[in-house]
């Protein structure tokens, strides 16, 4: 029962996939002048930062070096302010929320250190995203103490013609664990990187966007046993995301 709901869940989020995908056309910003162009592509950015950049979704502690952490996750993202520059870009209305599936796995390794990774088929869309993180339990956490963790990630856009993205981002957390359940809260930087090769826009005068955005989470861990489940809320920049993952944790 509890593989056969994982494998719904994995079904779920990847189902869309075989939809006619929503193209972007990075040239479509040039239509209405380099300061629109600029406008619209700063705002893209910005929520594509917010949606695309690492989300932890699990609490501080470290794993240990036996410990795995394998799940189905979904994060939705408001994008209402690049509503304009999606419209402009692929000829469709904004979603206004997007959906971000991912399939995440972590393993734990000596000294409080964790690894971990997740890939993204973005439905609905061409676009397709993997990340890393890499955490460092500062203090590991038991049934008394709490744990504090510091973590280092990245994430990398592909499936946009055009489009080089990317984010880094660095971010402490704090949690501490009950019989059952972990709440967890923590707050970072995101470092975003995105430009276009398209030669119209360059001619133009259209520049990259590198900026960054603080973000502060909150999250609560439910672990069963093996199978667990985990809520977090985000906000990077002024940018809220919802997430919730389902999976294994030992």
């Given at each position: 029962?509890?593989?056969?709901?994982?494998?719904?869940?994995?079904?779920?989020?990847?189902a869309?996939?075989?939809?006619?995908?929503?193209t972007?056309?990075?040239?479509?910003?040039?239509?209405g002048?380099v300061?629109?162009?600029?406008?619209?592509f700063?705002?893209?950015s910005?929520?594509?930062?917010?949606a695309?950049?690492y989300?932890?979704?699990t609490?501080?502690?470290?794993?240990?070096?036996?410990?795995?952490?394998?799940?189905v996750?979904?994060?939705?993202?408001?994008?209402?302010?690049?509503?304009?520059?999606?419209?402009?870009?692929?000829?469709?209305?904004?979603?206004?929320t997007l959906?971000?599936?991912?399939?995440?796995?972590?393993?734990g390794l000596?000294?409080?250190?964790d690894?971990?990774?997740?890939?993204?088929?973005?439905?609905?869309?061409?676009?397709?995203?993997?990340?890393a993180a890499?955490s460092?339990?500062i203090?590991?956490?038991?049934?008394?103490?709490?744990?504090?963790?510091?973590?280092?990630?990245?994430?990398?856009?592909?499936?946009v013609s055009?489009?080089?993205?990317?984010t880094?981002?660095?971010?402490?957390?704090?949690?501490?664990?009950?019989?059952?359940?972990?709440?967890?809260?923590?707050?970072?930087?995101?470092?975003?990187?995105?430009?276009?090769?398209?030669?119209?826009?360059?001619t133009l005068g259209?520049?990259?966007?590198?900026?960054?955005?603080?973000?502060?989470?909150v999250?609560?861990?439910?672990?069963?046993?093996?199978?667990?489940?985990?809520i977090?809320?985000?906000?990077?920049?002024?940018?809220?995301?919802y997430?919730?993952?389902?999976?294994?944790?030992?």
């Amino acid at each position: 029962m509890k593989k056969s709901l994982l494998l719904l869940c994995v079904l779920g989020c990847y189902a869309q996939s075989g939809m006619a995908a929503t193209t972007f056309t990075m040239q479509n910003l040039a239509t209405g002048g380099v300061a629109a162009a600029q406008t619209s592509f700063r705002a893209f950015s910005e929520d594509f930062g917010a949606a695309f950049s690492y989300k932890p979704v699990t609490p501080a502690a470290a794993l240990g070096i036996t410990g795995f952490d394998v799940g189905v996750e979904i994060s939705a993202t408001d994008i209402a302010k690049s509503s304009a520059a999606w419209q402009t870009l692929t000829g469709t209305s904004s979603p206004g929320t997007l959906p971000v599936p991912k399939l995440t796995i972590a393993k734990g390794l000596p000294f409080g250190i964790d690894v971990s990774a997740f890939y993204t088929a973005v439905p609905t869309t061409d676009i397709t995203l993997t990340g890393a993180a890499i955490s460092y339990a500062i203090l590991e956490g038991d049934a008394l103490e709490p744990a504090l963790a510091v973590r280092a990630a990245m994430s990398n856009l592909s499936g946009v013609s055009e489009l080089s993205f990317s984010t880094r981002s660095l971010d402490v957390s704090f949690s501490k664990g009950f019989v059952g359940f972990t709440p967890y809260i923590g707050a970072g930087q995101v470092w975003v990187d995105s430009s276009t090769s398209n030669a119209t826009l360059t001619t133009l005068g259209l520049k990259g966007e590198a900026f960054t955005q603080s973000k502060v989470f909150v999250g609560l861990n439910i672990n069963l046993g093996l199978p667990n489940f985990a809520i977090e809320a985000d906000t990077t920049g002024d940018i809220a995301t919802y997430s919730v993952k389902l999976g294994l944790r030992w």
